[in-house]
């Protein structure tokens, strides 16, 4: 289809160790967050590109998690030395613009499980 | 206080029934809203817009009040397949140009038969 896709689906991974999960946006869309969901509770966000560039990254909970869109269409979430407390969904989105609707394409998410 | 606020649930409302969620935000200036919905294990898809005229699409309606910065939506003729997580959804005050979607713990229903 021509969704938003997530890879891996799940990892899981023992703490300390190095992670990067990768969003591959809808074709065209300039805009793509990431959001990371703990389990009974919402999204929260972390970053948002426009572009290549980071608009915003107020949302990385610390200098462990970094993100990157290169080349302005796919998109990397790296995260160092992980916690159990880093275990979540990570969920990117996207859209056309950065102002819009408020509709947000969401792909299924990478399941993170550190041990 | 947290941005977005609900009653995380669940509702357990059999078929037919009506159903109300409701949902608070502490940001008087924030711009924008909407309801997502979630179902189990899947990703989290809009399913409306809410307006302060109030906003109607099919059994669902979605209004906002923004004198007490509250958010409802209403299930009527409640079917088994609206069983999920409504997440309440606000864009706070227009600050860096884009819409940063700021998304409540949502509230779960269960529909039963």
């Known amino acids: 289809g021509a969704g938003v896709s997530q890879t891996p689906s799940n990892k899981v991974t023992e703490k300390g160790k190095y992670v990067e999960l990768r969003c591959d946006p809808i074709s065209g869309h300039t805009a793509l967050y990431w959001y990371r969901q703990s389990l009974g509770q919402g999204p929260e966000f972390l970053i948002y590109f426009q572009g290549t560039g980071a608009a915003d990254d107020s949302g990385l909970p610390n200098d462990r998690f970094f993100a990157v869109r290169p080349e302005g269409s796919v998109s990397t979430l790296k995260i160092q030395r992980t916690e159990r407390g880093d275990s979540a969904v990570y969920l990117c989105?996207?859209?056309?613009?950065?102002?819009?609707?408020?509709?947000?394409?969401f792909g299924e998410g990478s399941r993170l499980t550190v041990l | 206080r947290k941005e977005v606020e609900q009653d995380p649930g669940p509702f357990n409302v059999p078929e037919g029934a009506t159903v109300a969620f409701n949902c608070t935000y502490s940001?008087?200036?924030?711009?924008?809203f909407f309801w997502y919905r979630q179902d189990c294990r899947k990703e989290p898809k809009l399913l409306m817009s809410v307006y302060s005229s109030g906003n109607e699409d099919g059994r669902f309606t979605a209004q906002l009040n923004r004198a007490s910065q509250y958010i409802s939506l209403l299930i009527r003729d409640s079917k088994l397949s609206d069983s999920a997580t409504y997440l309440c959804?606000?864009?706070?005050?227009?600050?860096?140009?884009?819409?940063?979607?700021?998304f409540g713990t949502g509230t779960r229903l269960l529909v039963s038969p």
């Open positions: 989105a996207s859209s056309p613009q950065g102002r819009g609707t408020g509709e947000l394409f």
């Open positions: 940001n008087s200036a924030s711009q924008s």
């Open positions: 959804v606000v864009v706070p005050p227009l600050n860096t140009g884009f819409q940063k979607l700021v």
